[in-house]
């Protein structure tokens, strides 16, 4: 028989803060995010690594949350799509989705800004294509793509001006 | 139906030495999970069979990518985005570096682990007709020790391979033959994956392919492919009637009626035994001809 319980107690920071969850070390992180942490913008579209739509960070890593055993994550830093947001002050990716109508029924956009961010930090003057392969593993139901990548051509925009003014 | 997590145990060893006592102890009742890009997915659907799991993660001896004089390990947990990002590594082996890339989005490249690529054991993953063209060969590690096993050798049927159930695949090593992968080498590389859609999508056909002709003749012939017979496939029979053969208009015809014994695809809800048979014979005719027609580099 094994020795090991159903569930652990496991410390995890999510979005700078610390957290403690009695779960099954398995669960899948998405499950930990959405039901024991109660942050539900990280949604859940097919449970195989194929919509995007659970993306979140870890340590600054886009990844599947519906792919990630939370063992996995103990000492690491995860960034969930409500982690976007400076207080008040949304993410200029945030700001561009909304002001170009980047979201339609909104269930893949939370995997679209984390994307869209990742692709912006290490590159903020990106091609179409370039924004096209960075958003490759997201899908839109509603079939969306030309708003949501004119959307981050925006925000690319908006991130090279916030760079400029902070310099 | 949703697959339910208590039904399945997962345990984190700190250290290397406890995860191989932990396989060694009831060899077969505990395996692996890495990246989790496979195991998960089944998890979720409610596939999963195997009961107790140990988590390899957090092992960062495991992890990265060592560049040797006659060779360049990679180790196991090491990630298809690290493989894209490395730069020998893409210099020298760039079918690598394509099949990574080419390995479901972003998300998945930064998740998924070359390691878990090979004891998954699919025969349409991606990285392994590269690493069969390569020549690569995998070590294994156990309690017991340390061996290594000729990839060519590794997988012996669907889904079985020769990974003993105490063994942990901890590395590939690839030989950086100057010859065949060097700066200076005439090689004719070419890397294909045939698939639905340019992202995500699974191989329907995938070639890897290197070839070398000198004066005129076919030297090295090395053709795999994935997702065309039970096993990433080394197409031995087409490799042995271009070596030493003359490189000219008939290759073409001579690799492709070699095909016919070993490329042996199935019907399934990604394409028809037909179509891939037919796809897999275009991309190796295609191969044949450039390589008779003195191409060489590095070509998708």
Known sequence: ????????????????????????????????????????????????????????????????SCLVPVA????????????????????????????AGGAQCGICTPGMLIAAVALLRDNDEPTEDEIRVALAGNLCRCTG??????????????VRATKGAGA | MRGIVS????????????????????????????GGTDVMVELAAGVLR???WVNIWQHDELRGIGVGEDTITVRA????????????????????????????????????TIGGNIVNASPAADTPPALLVYDAKLILLSSRGERVVPYRDFHTGYKQMQREPDELLSGVVLPRDPWLVGPDSRAL????????????????????????VE????????????????????????????????????????????????????????????????????????????LANGLTGFAR
Not at chain 1, 3 to 21: F, H, I, K
Not at chain 1, 73 to 93: K, M, Q, R, S, Y
Not at chain 2, 11 to 23: D, F
């Open chain 1, 72 to 99: 996995q994550v103990v000492g690491t830093e995860n960034v969930t799509v409500e982690g976007l947001a400076d207080g008040d002050t949304l993410h200029p990716v945030q700001q561009a989705f909304i002001a």
């Open chain 2, 50 to 52: 195997h009961r107790r």
């Open chain 1, 1 to 64: 028989m094994s020795e090991s319980p159903a569930q652990s107690y496991l410390r995890l920071s999510v979005n700078g803060v610390a957290r403690e969850v009695s779960v099954h070390p398995m669960t899948r992180l998405i499950d930990v995010l959405r039901e024991d942490v109660a942050l539900t913008g990280t949604k859940e579209g097919c449970g195989e690594g194929e919509c995007g739509a659970c993306s979140v960070f870890i340590d600054g890593v886009v990844v599947n």
């Open chain 2, 77 to 112: 947990l090491t990630t298809y985005s690290e493989v894209r990002a490395h730069d020998v590594l893409s210099r020298e082996f760039p079918m690598l570096g394509q099949a990574a890339a080419e390995s479901g989005a972003w998300a998945i490249q930064n998740r998924g």
């Open chain 2, 7 to 34: 039904d399945h145990e997962l345990t984190s060893p700190s250290t290397l030495q406890e995860t191989l006592a932990l396989l060694s102890d009831d060899p077969g009742e505990v395996r692996p999970i890495a």
């Open chain 1, 145 to 158: 793509y030309g708003r949501i990548v004119q959307s981050v051509v925006d925000a690319a925009t908006l």
């Open chain 2, 189 to 212: 590389q070419r890397y294909r994956k045939v698939g639905t859609r340019k992202a995500q999508a699974i191989s329907k056909v995938c070639l890897a392919a290197l070839g070398v």
């Open chain 2, 215 to 290: 004066q005129g003749k076919v030297v090295v012939f090395r053709l795999a492919f994935g997702s065309v017979a039970a096993v990433p496939l080394a197409c031995t029979a087409a490799e042995a009637v271009a070596v030493g053969s003359a490189a000219d208009a008939t290759l073409a015809d001579r690799v492709a009626a070699a095909l016919t014994g070993q490329v042996l695809p199935l019907d399934d809800v990604r394409s028809t035994a037909r179509y891939r048979a037919r796809v897999a014979e275009n991309l190796a005719r295609e191969f044949a001809t450039d």
